[in-house]
């Protein structure tokens, strides 16, 4: 069975663009557009794997990613962000994210990033 995916960005675009990327060889059981709705997807959901922006509105991704990362059996966390965003980024790593693709990426991007921490 493929692993289950949750899917966070503030873009309805960026959204779009990571499910092509990764729909053939995942599950994708929900999206956010920002930190609390990727919060409250992983506890209705619970997926194997979130992708999570940095930069969005209400909760940005290092709070989602610190307040999912706190819970029993957290799933693996991919940041993908834009390039210039280097000291979020290292806050993202604090925060217990296991690893980034930044944008504009490649679709093999994500599922290689994804394959290497899952």
């Known amino acids: ?11 309805d675009f960026q959204r779009t663009m990571v499910r092509q990327a990764v729909e053939e060889k995942f599950n ?12 409250e997807q ?3 959901h619970v997926p194997d794997a979130i992708t ?14 610190d307040e999912i990362k706190s819970r029993e059996n957290p799933p693996t966390i991919v940041m993908v962000t834009s390039v210039d965003q280097d000291s979020k980024m290292k806050e ?3 925060a217990g994210a296991d690893g980034y693709v930044t944008k504009p990426f490649e679709p093999e991007d994500v599922l290689s990033e994804l394959a290497a921490v899952l």
């Open 1 to 11: 069975m493929a692993p289950s995916l949750l899917i966070v960005d503030d873009s």
């Open 28 to 39: 994708v059981v929900g999206e956010a557009a920002n930190g609390r709705e990727a919060v």
């Open 42 to 44: 992983y506890e209705r």
């Open 52 to 65: 999570m922006d940095i930069m969005m509105p209400e909760m940005d991704g290092v709070a989602a990613t």
């Open 92 to 94: 993202a790593v604090k």
